[in-house]
């Protein structure tokens, strides 16, 4: 009687890489928090975004004077500006007293340019009328690039 090891017995070198045997399925929360990890988010980040509840959002900035601020959108209309009674208020000239407002329909938010001078930009382009918001895009106020994160319970699910 002969021994074979299981390389020997598939008929592959010691070694070899069998696809069959390496496979690994990972589930829809893997995938976002790969995704996440991919879009700069870091763990604390995730699991804040991942307790928001329904109807809520998050602003985060990725650049500008105070990178890594975190602002909740929780109220129907939020307010975003160099005044200091905004409800985000971001300390730049480049941004107006009133610059921008954040507004909340049920579970969806938009962004509206609120006659700022130096405009309100989004995914790089500058927005001139009231703009829907989508998880992980990019809002530009002044030197302030802040990313959306919806409530993960209000995301459309994936099939």
Do not use: W
Request: charged share 20%; with cysteine; hydrophobic share 40%.
């Amino acid at each position: 009687m002969v021994e074979t090891t299981p390389d020997e017995h598939h008929g592959a070198e010691p070694g070899a890489y069998r696809p069959h045997e390496t496979t690994v399925h990972y589930g829809p929360e893997f995938a976002a928090q790969l995704a996440a990890l991919e879009a700069g988010v870091t763990p604390e980040e995730h699991d804040v975004i991942g307790a928001l509840p329904s109807g809520s959002a998050l602003l985060i900035v990725r650049t500008g004077p105070n990178a890594g601020a975190r602002f909740l959108l929780d109220a129907d209309v939020t307010v975003a500006g160099r005044h200091p009674d905004a409800d985000i208020f971001l300390d730049d000239v480049t941004v107006s007293r009133k610059h921008a407002a954040f507004l909340r329909s049920g579970t969806s938010f938009s962004v509206r340019d609120l006659g700022s001078l130096n405009g309100t930009f989004m995914a790089g382009e500058r927005i001139g009328d009231t703009v829907s918001l989508t998880d992980g895009c990019e809002v530009q106020v002044g030197k302030f690039h802040l990313t959306f994160y919806a409530s993960r319970i209000d995301l459309p699910s994936v099939a």
